[in-house]
């Protein structure tokens, strides 16, 4: 391995880039492809129902217009759905509709099934070490942003 902080991260880029690909030929079924980034709201939706767009946008780090236009979009698809502040009518509650739940959870399932493929190539005890190594990369960047 590595000593070096920049070679180990472009090892480690390319190691995601690898783990992105991991059985890309195994993709999720035509109905259920939802782009990386609107699956990153749809799945904020489900972890914090009756959410606004600005609070999106801030715990996501993106622009609030970016956030609004996606959540138009999702709307659409009939994925999202928004609903009067019932304290600020000039603000809306978003929420997934039945067929976002269901989106949702087939593609959660999809990716669970693709990283248990991965991590059965590891002992328990190393399972345990990489689950516990990357929670504690992810923390202390995550103090960074």
Same mark, same amino acid.
């Given at each position: 391995?590595?000593?070096?902080?920049?070679e180990? !991260?472009?090892f480690? +880029? $390319?190691?995601?880039?690898? =783990?992105?690909? =991991?059985?890309? $030929?195994a993709?999720?079924?035509?109905?259920? @492809?939802?782009?990386?980034?609107? +699956?990153?709201?749809? $799945?904020?939706?489900?972890?914090?129902?009756d959410?606004?767009?600005?609070?999106?946008?801030?715990?996501?780090?993106?622009?609030?217009?970016?956030?609004?236009?996606?959540?138009?979009?999702? *709307? &659409?698809s009939?994925?999202? !759905?928004? %609903?009067?502040?019932?304290? $600020?009518?000039? !603000?809306?509650?978003?929420?997934?509709?039945? %067929?976002?739940? *269901?989106?949702q &959870?087939?593609?959660?399932?999809?990716? @669970?099934? %693709?990283? %248990?493929?991965?991590?059965?190539? =590891?002992?328990?005890? *190393?399972?345990e +070490?990489l689950?516990?190594?990357l929670? &504690? !990369?992810?923390n202390?960047?995550? &103090?960074?942003f």
């Open positions: 391995m590595h000593d070096n902080l920049e180990n !991260a472009v480690f +880029l $390319d190691l995601a880039s690898r =783990l992105r690909q =991991l059985g890309s $030929d993709s999720p079924p035509e109905e259920m @492809r939802v782009s990386p980034s609107h +699956l990153a709201l749809i $799945d904020y939706v489900k972890r914090n129902p959410c606004g767009i600005q609070e999106m946008a801030e715990a996501l780090h993106l622009s609030t217009p970016t956030v609004s236009v996606s959540v138009r979009q999702l *709307e &659409k009939g994925l999202i !759905a928004r %609903k009067p502040n019932p304290e $600020d009518r000039r !603000a809306v509650q978003l929420f997934l509709t039945p %067929k976002g739940e *269901e989106i &959870k087939s593609i959660q399932a999809f990716h @669970r099934q %693709k990283f %248990k493929i991965l991590l059965e190539g =590891l002992t328990p005890q *190393e399972r +070490l689950i516990t190594l929670e &504690k !990369a992810l202390a960047a995550e &103090k960074k």
